[in-house]
């Protein structure tokens, strides 16, 4: 589940690749790109802290909303008997399982 957090969510609510992002993201206010002049601290500091706070909230919603899926799994009783066409269990002498099966079929 926190793969799935952290791979979709760094994606959809930080805007960057899921290696660059993180729980909480460092970003240094003289660390800048060359030729680019620092931000002032009175207005970098408050934009950080707004930036923070309004990623984290929406990255808790749905941590919260994942949570609530796995626990619902969880709870259902025969969760462990379900079976679908890709959980088969493919035997060694099928060469070619569900050959006549179209996978967008329905």
Do not use: C
Not at 16 to 30: C, E
Not at 78 to 83: K, P, V
Not at 88 to 105: A, D, G, H, Q, Y
């Amino acid at each position: 589940m926190l793969h799935i957090h952290q791979f979709y969510g760094t994606i959809k609510f930080r805007n960057v690749h899921p290696i660059q992002g993180g729980f909480l993201r460092r970003k240094i206010r003289t660390q800048r790109r060359p030729g680019m002049p620092q931000e002032n601290p009175i207005t970098f500091y408050p934009h950080r802290v707004w930036e923070t706070v309004s990623t984290l909230i929406p990255f808790g919603i749905y941590y919260f909303k994942l949570r609530s899926i796995r626990k619902k799994i969880k709870r259902e009783p025969g969760r462990r008997s379900y079976m679908d066409k890709a959980l088969i269990p493919v035997k060694e002498t099928e060469e070619k399982p569900l050959e006549n099966e179209s996978i967008m079929s329905k």
